[in-house]
């Protein structure tokens, strides 16, 4: 049914780059809002990055900790999403996940208003 997979995560040196890719199956994917969060451990899970719902015009938003150096992007024909990391930071190292959400009504920076997630992918950026 229902599945969000994702891959590319691994070592990566401070300031190096890594993309995230998650792929999703078992829902209407151009109509969810995707977004990636990040738990490192012994902490909260964080909001990451979202892109909007829609085919043809998207909207994108970020946290501020990954403003300028992180670029969220979907493929709706390949009912994927994309996470671009660049100027990467030993403080990004955390456990990153895909999530989808049909109408986010608690706002897409909530873990709660997610419909979908997936089993997380594991980033270290360190020397």
């Known amino acids: 049914q229902v599945q969000l997979v994702e891959s590319g995560g691994g070592l990566a040196q401070p300031g190096g780059s890594l993309r995230l890719s998650c792929a999703a199956s078992?829902?209407?994917?151009?109509?969810?809002?995707m977004s990636w969060f990040r738990q490192a451990p012994g902490k909260e899970r964080e909001f990451v990055a979202t892109v909007t719902s829609g085919g043809s015009n998207t909207y994108t938003y970020y946290s501020d900790p990954v403003k300028g150096r992180f670029t969220i992007s979907r493929d709706n024909a390949k009912n994927t999403v994309y996470l671009q990391m660049n100027s990467l930071k030993p403080e990004d190292t955390a456990v990153y996940y895909c999530?989808?959400?049909?109408?986010?009504?608690?706002?897409?920076?909530?873990?709660?208003?997610?419909?979908?997630w997936g089993q997380g992918t594991q980033v270290t950026v360190s020397s």
């Open positions: 999530a989808a959400a049909l109408s986010p009504w608690r706002g897409v920076r909530s873990s709660n208003a997610y419909d979908y």
């Open positions: 078992g829902f209407t994917f151009s109509s969810y809002y």
